[in-house]
């Protein structure tokens, strides 16, 4: 499995920003894909998943009504939608899958994306 993240960068305060995330190789079952992220001295932390469908979402407090997560299945890629960004929003953006076969699930990771935010 190779999940490429794309679209980080430097921006201002207010600005937009629209994360990919394409992945390949996949061959099992896909339950959800999200976002996560992690700024210098924290832990990683969940931004936004979403089901294999695409019928449910689910959002970390701190960006929900500025951020949207959705996936085009046909092309194996999933987006993350941010607006009015904030300073505090800038992390290493990370993109996960997971998969699910048999029994068991298995995580996987993107290598990530830097997204800075000056006030």
């Known amino acids: 499995v190779r999940l490429v993240e794309s679209g980080g960068g430097l921006v201002q305060a207010g600005d937009s920003l629209r994360l990919s995330c394409a992945a390949s190789?996949?061959?099992?079952?896909?339950?959800?894909m999200g976002w996560y992220r992690q700024a210098p001295g924290n832990q990683r932390e969940l931004v936004a998943t979403?089901?294999?469908?695409?019928?449910?979402?689910n959002y970390a407090d701190s960006v929900k009504g500025r951020f949207t997560i959705s996936r085009d299945a046909a092309k194996n890629t999933m987006y993350l939608q941010m607006n009015s960004l904030k300073a505090e929003d800038t992390a290493v953006y990370y993109c996960?899958?997971?998969?699910?076969?048999?029994?068991?699930?298995?995580?996987?990771w993107g290598q990530g994306t830097q997204v800075t935010v000056s006030s």
């Open positions: 996960n899958v997971r998969l699910r076969h048999l029994l068991w699930e298995y995580d996987y």
């Open positions: 190789g996949i061959t099992f079952s896909i339950n959800a």
């Open positions: 979403i089901t294999s469908g695409g019928s449910s979402t």
